[in-house]
């Protein structure tokens, strides 16, 4: 009998509470809460307004330190001016432990077809579907004509692509620093009119000198 008053008199106040919970001034207010630590964790979280000494941005993310980079980034040295242009195309070069095999020059296709085709052309001609539209007001350079003056090095369009140059914009958050080669070596093989490295400097070997100094 006993058991039986308690047992009412529980369920009784369960369910006043549950009632009392209802028909509060604010929609908003979540109630009572039986375990406010599950709703509120106490670390610091992400993207939330939290004012935490560690956290910097308006989403209340953690940064990383200044100046730090990813595990093996490769820095790119040269500044985004003529000169660091210069510089790079003199200096900047594809990194001594990277071979360039078929698969090297494939990849570097396939990126140069999602990322440059439109524009400069299958060919490297500066022919691509949006020039040829003519909504695009500029004509990207011929990559055969640029090889040829000898402009078209690694380090060029490393920084191009890095900085972007004249109209064409910067494909920086497009490649990143493996990529940049791969899709550099595929711009020098059109550069080159599909030749291979080797192909393509025994065809452009300077005649050989036949004048023959005579004697005095
Ligand atoms: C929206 C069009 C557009 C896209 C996309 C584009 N380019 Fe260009 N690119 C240009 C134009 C225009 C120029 C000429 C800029 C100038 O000289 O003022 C140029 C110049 C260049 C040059 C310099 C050539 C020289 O003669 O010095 C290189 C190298 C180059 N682009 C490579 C690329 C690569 C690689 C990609 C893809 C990752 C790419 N471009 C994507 C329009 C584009």
Redesign the pocket.
């Known amino acids: 009998m006993i058991r039986k008053t308690t047992y009412t008199l529980a369920l009784g106040l369960a369910a006043l509470a549950m009632l009392s919970s209802c028909g509060k001034s604010d929609p908003n207010s979540p109630g009572y809460e039986f375990m406010p630590d599950m709703y509120r964790g106490t670390g610091p979280e992400t993207n939330v307004e939290f004012k935490n000494p560690y956290v910097k941005d308006s989403m209340g993310n953690l940064l990383p330190a200044e100046g730090s980079v990813p595990r093996n980034f490769t820095v790119f040295p040269y500044p985004n001016t003529p000169q660091g242009d210069t510089l790079a195309s003199k200096f900047w070069d594809f990194p001594a432990n990277m071979k360039r095999d078929d698969a090297f020059y494939a990849q570097g296709e396939l ?2 077809t999602r ?6 052309g299958a060919k490297g001609d ?1 022919n ?1 579907k ?2 040829e539209s003519e909504k ?1 007001g ?4 011929n ?1 055969e ?2 090889m040829k ?1 000898g ?2 090095t690694v380090g ?2 490393y920084h ?2 890095t900085y ?6 910067s ?1 920086v958050v ?2 990143n620093p493996e990529e ?1 080669f791969m ?2 070596a ?2 020098q093989k059109l550069g080159r009119g599909g030749k291979t490295e080797a192909e393509y400097a025994a065809a452009n070997k300077p005649a050989a000198d036949t004048t023959v100094t005579k004697k005095p």
């Open positions: 990126l140069y990322n440059c085709v439109y524009c400069h500066g691509g949006l020039v695009y500029a004509v990207p350079p990559y004509t640029r003056e402009a078209l060029h369009i191009v692509v972007g140059k004249g109209v064409m914009g494909h497009q490649l940049r899709v550099a595929y711009v």
